[in-house]
């Protein structure tokens, strides 16, 4: 439980920096989460001056939920594919310029064949998309927060890069 509460730790710091970070760029953010059920737009929710650029998430577990609400095409939801859409997606359902997707095989199973810890990362900054695959390992909790730090990161990083 030590490793969490860190990653949580880190988390949270994260987010305070991407608030600085976002704020400094003029740039909003939304998220659609699957696997991590809300803990990137809890952190997100939680950093310092959140209500000037976070607009909301959406929270689709289900494959069923990510087809209708967030148009993913029918097939694999575990996928580059996949997360590119729903970031794209989150971004102009909720009017932002930036935003985060995840999406994966939390465990214990696997999940449309792929090990549990398979994790699709995805983040938009003003329409362009990078993703990331992660293959995490540990029980379903340590990947939640090992999928939540990862997109945190890379919102982070890519936000950087503006000028």
Not at 123 to 132: A, L, N, P
Request: hydrophobic share 45%; net charge negative.
């Amino acid at each position: 439980m030590a490793d969490y509460e860190e990653r949580e730790d880190e988390a949270a710091e994260i987010a305070a920096r991407l608030s600085r970070e976002l704020t400094e760029r003029g740039l909003t953010v939304a998220v659609a989460e699957s696997l991590t059920g809300g803990k990137i737009a809890n952190q997100l929710a939680a950093a310092p001056n959140s209500s000037e650029w976070f607009a909301g998430a959406i929270v689709c577990y289900w494959s069923e939920v990510k087809h209708l609400v967030l148009d993913v095409a029918p097939g694999p939801v575990v996928s580059e594919d996949a997360v590119t859409v729903m970031a794209r997606n989150v971004a102009a359902l909720l009017g932002t310029s930036a935003s985060i997707a995840a999406s994966g095989a939390g465990g214990p199973d696997s999940l449309e064949g792929q090990a549990p810890g398979t994790t699709w990362i995805a983040v938009s900054v003003r329409g362009e998309v990078h993703t990331e695959l992660h293959r995490f390992s540990g029980d379903p909790i340590d990947v939640l927060a090992q999928t939540e730090k990862a997109a945190l990161l890379l919102l982070e990083r890519e936000a950087a890069k503006l000028d």
